[in-house]
C-alpha cells in the first residue's frame, strides 16, 4: 500500500489557507519550475479570484518524501461551512490556521468545533507572522482555551503550533527559531496526523464528498476510497442517500497532481481520487463493491439558515437582456445547483417561483452571480432566516458576531445592536485603538446591518459572524429605518429630473437608465416611501438658456452590488437580475396597487 496523508485547511476567512496550500505546492517540488501559476492557484474559478476569496473546497496532491499528501483546501466564510463539514469527513487531520494578530475568530470556532467532534488529528499554524501587530502568544493561548472549552481530547489538546509567514514560505517551530521553510510542516504532517484507517483487501467502499463536471466524460465524484482497491473499468454498486442501489461502471479514474489530474488505472484505501461514468452519482453517495455492497454512513450537514425566492422576472423589462429567463430554466439550473451544493436546498412555492435555502447571504448571491454569468434572468426576494419549531417552541438561528471597531464609536455600534436584540458577551481592547466587542444575536438582526455598520464606523469596521445554533424567537428587530424612491414612469432618466430628486435621498441610477413605474431610483432620506418622476424633461421654452444647463450637477449614484441590493430591500421588494442589470423594484408596481395590499396587509 502506498504511504499516505489526507489533511484538510481549515481556518477564519482570510487566515491563509490557500496561499499555505501555494507554499506546500510549491516547495513539495510539485510545480515544475517552468510551469506558470497564479497567486493563490487553488482559488481556480473566476468569482474566486475576482473577490479573493475560496467558494469551493478543492483537492489537491503532493509528494513528499515516499509519501503521498493529499490536500483539500476549504473555505473560511461563514457561508460556506457546509463544504468544510463534508470535507472533514474525507481526512485524517488537519491544518488549523489562525491569523497571528487576529487569533480566534467566529469560523475559527465553527470549524474547530466540527473538526474536535469529529476526532481528528490538529496541527495549529500561527500564521502572518510577519504582520507588526502579530501577538502570537496571545493567540497561541486563545486556541488552548478554544480547544479546552470544547472538550479537545488529550491528544488533540497536545497539538503542535508552527509559527508561519505562508505568503513568504516562511515557517518554524519555535519563535525564537531562525526562519525556516516549510519542512517542519511537511514532517508534522506525516508525523503527527494518522495514516489511513482500512484496508487495501476489503471489499470496495468509496464516498463522494464533492461534484464536478466534465465536458467529455460527463458527471466526475471525486471520493475517498476508505476500503478496498479500484480499477479502470471496474462495475460497481453506487449506495444513493435514500437507500437505493444503482449499478454503474468507472469508465475513467482520475488521480490529482498539483494543478493537474491525470487518468490512472488503479486507486488503494486511504487514497482521494476521481471517478467517472456514474450519471446518477450525487455528493454523499458510496461507490460499493458490485457484489459485496456495504454503505457508508450518510453525510450530516448543518441545515440551512436562510431561504429567498427566486421567481421568473416578470418586469416590464423581462427578457431583454438575458437568455434563460423561462420556468422551466430556472428549476433545472437550480436543481443542478442543490445536486453539487448539499448545503442548499430547493423547494417550489408557486408557479414560477422556487425557495433556495442557504446558510447565508455571500452563498445565495455567489449562486445568483453565477446564474447571471450563465445569461440567466430572475429575481430575488429578500432573504428570510428559517424559523423551525423545536420541540413545541418557535426557533430562529442565532449568530456569533465578533466585530473590530474605533474604541470613540463603539457605543454607537452597541447601542445599536442592542436594538437588533444582540446581546454582548466580551469588549476586549485589541491595541493601536480598537476594541473587540462579541455577541450573540438572532440572524434575522444581522440582516442589513453590515451597511449601517460600516457607516456608523466610518468604514474602519471590522464584522465576522458564524451560526451556533437555533434558540427561541426573539421578538421584533429594527430594520431599514429609510424609505424608497420609486418611480412612477418608465422611460430613460434624465438629468433634469434626477437633479430634483437627488435632494431627498440618495440615488441609485444615473442619466439615461431605463426605469419603469415601481422601480426602486433610490433611498429617501425619510422612512416612508416617496414616488418619483425621473424622465421629466425640462420643460421647453423659445429662449435656449444653456447656462441653466451647466448648473445641472449630478451627485454620482451609489453603486448598488448583489450583496448590497440583497441587504437592502424589504417584503414588497424584489431585485431583478439579468446578465447586464440588478435593478431594485416594488413587488407592486403601481401605487394603487401597492395601497390596496398595505390596506389588505393591516
Ligand atoms: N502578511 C501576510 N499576509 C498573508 C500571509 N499569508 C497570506 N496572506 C494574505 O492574506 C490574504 C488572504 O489569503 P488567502 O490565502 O486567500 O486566505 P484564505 O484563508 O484562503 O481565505 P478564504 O479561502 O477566503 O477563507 C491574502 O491577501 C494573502 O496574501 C502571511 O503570511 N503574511
Ligand atoms: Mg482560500
Known amino acids: 500500500m502506498q504511504k499516505i496523508r489526507n489533511i484538510a485547511v481549515i481556518a477564519h476567512v482570510d487566515h491563509g489557507k490557500t496561499t499555505l496550500v501555494d507554499g506546500l505546492l510549491e516547495q513539495s517540488g510539485t510545480f515544475a519550475s517552468h510551469e506558470q501559476h497564479d497567486e493563490r492557484a487553488m482559488d481556480s474559478n473566476d468569482l474566486e479570484k475576482e473577490r479573493g476569496i475560496t467558494i469551493l473546497s478543492k483537492n489537491t496532491a503532493i509528494r513528499y518524501k515516499d509519501y503521498k499528501i493529499n490536500i483539500i483546501d476549504t473555505p473560511g466564510h461563514a457561508d460556506f461551512g457546509g463544504e468544510v463539514e463534508r470535507v472533514l469527513k474525507m481526512v485524517d487531520g488537519v491544518l488549523v490556521l489562525v491569523d ?21 488529528m490538529p496541527i495549529v499554524v500561527i500564521n502572518k507572522i510577519d504582520k507588526p501587530s502579530a501577538d502570537v502568544d496571545r493567540v497561541a493561548d486563545e486556541m488552548f482555551d478554544l480547544f479546552a472549552d470544547m472538550d479537545a481530547t488529550d491528544e488533540q489538546q497536545d497539538f503542535p503550533i508552527i509559527y508561519a509567514a505562508a505568503r513568504d514560505g516562511i515557517a518554524k517551530l519555535d519563535m525564537d527559531d ?62 444513493k442517500a435514500d437507500g437505493a442501489m444503482v449499478k454503474g461502471k468507472i469508465s475513467k479514474l482520475i488521480g490529482f497532481h498539483g494543478l493537474n489530474r491525470m487518468e490512472i488505472d488503479q486507486a488503494e484505501a486511504g487514497d482521494i481520487v476521481a471517478f467517472a461514468g456514474m450519471e446518477t452519482v450525487d455528493v454523499g453517495d458510496t461507490v460499493c463493491d458490485a457484489q ?24 416590464p423589462l423581462a427578457g431583454k437582456e438575458g437568455k434563460h429567463v423561462t420556468s ?21 412555492v408557486g408557479e414560477g417561483k422556487f425557495k433556495v435555502s442557504g446558510r447565508g447571504e ?43 471597531v474605533p474604541e470613540d ?98 440615488l441609485y441610477v444615473g442619466v439615461q437608465t431605463e426605469v419603469y413605474e415601481g422601480m426602486i431610483v433610490g433611498e429617501h432620506s425619510r422612512d416612508n416611501d416617496l ?59 403601481t401605487e394603487a396597487e401597492r395601497k390596496r395590499h398595505s390596506r389588505k396587509g393591516k
Not at 497571528?100 to 481528528?120: D, H, I, S
Not at 441545515?303 to 422576472?313: G, M, S
Not at 453603486?559 to 442589470?581: C, N, V, Y
Open 100 to 120: 497571528a494578530y487576529e487569533g480566534v475568530m467566529p469560523q475559527t470556532k465553527f470549524v474547530c468545533k466540527k473538526m474536535l467532534a469529529l476526532g481528528k
Open 178 to 239: 531562525p526562519d525556516g521553510d516549510f519542512e517542519c510542516i511537511f514532517e508534522a504532517i506525516i508525523n503527527q496526523i494518522p495514516e489511513p484507517e482500512g484496508s487495501d483487501e476489503n471489499p470496495l467502499q468509496a464516498q463522494v464528498f464533492t461534484l464536478d463536471y466534465d465536458n467529455y466524460v460527463g458527471k466526475i465524484g471525486i471520493s475517498r476510497i476508505f476500503n478496498g482497491t479500484v480499477n479502470k473499468g471496474d462495475n460497481i454498486m453506487l449506495a
Open 292 to 315: 459485496n455492497p456495504v454503505a457508508l454512513d450518510p453525510m450530516h450537514v448543518e441545515e440551512p439558515t436562510l431561504t429567498v425566492v427566486f421567481a421568473v422576472n416578470d418586469s
Open 328 to 348: 422551466n430554466k430556472l428549476r433545472e439550473r437550480l436543481e443542478f445547483e442543490m445536486n453539487t451544493n448539499v448545503a442548499m436546498k430547493l423547494e417550489i
Open 362 to 404: 455571500l452563498q445565495i448571491t455567489v449562486l445568483a452571480e453565477n446564474m447571471r454569468r450563465e445569461d440567466f434572468e430572475f429575481s430575488i426576494s429578500r432573504p428570510e432566516v428559517i424559523v423551525k419549531e423545536i420541540e413545541g417552541v418557535k426557533c430562529e438561528p442565532f449568530e456569533h458576531l465578533v466585530i473590530d
Open 409 to 506: 464609536l463603539s457605543g454607537g455600534v452597541i447601542e445599536r445592536l442592542g436594538k437588533r436584540k444582540a446581546e454582548m458577551k466580551s469588549m476586549l481592547p485589541m491595541g493601536s485603538g480598537f476594541q473587540r466587542i462579541e455577541f450573540e444575536i438572532p440572524a434575522r438582526a444581522l440582516i442589513g446591518f453590515r451597511g449601517q455598520f460600516l457607516t456608523d464606523t466610518k468604514g474602519e469596521g471590522i464584522m465576522n459572524h458564524s451560526f451556533i445554533e437555533f434558540r427561541p424567537y426573539s421578538g421584533s428587530v429594527d430594520s431599514r429605518s429609510y424609505g424608497a424612491l420609486v418611480s412612477m414612469v418608465a422611460g430613460s432618466t434624465l438629468a433634469f429630473s434626477l437633479f430634483g430628486i437627488q435632494n431627498r435621498g440618495v
Open 531 to 589: 414616488v418619483v418622476n425621473p424622465i421629466k424633461g425640462k420643460a421647453q421654452s423659445n429662449v435656449r438658456s444653456s447656462g441653466a444647463d451647466e448648473a445641472i450637477k449630478l451627485i454620482p449614484p451609489r453603486d448598488m452590488s448583489l450583496e448590497r441590493a440583497l441587504e437592502w430591500i424589504e417584503d414588497d421588494e424584489l431585485l431583478e437580475i439579468t446578465p447586464k442589470s440588478i435593478r431594485i423594484r416594488k413587488k407592486f408596481l
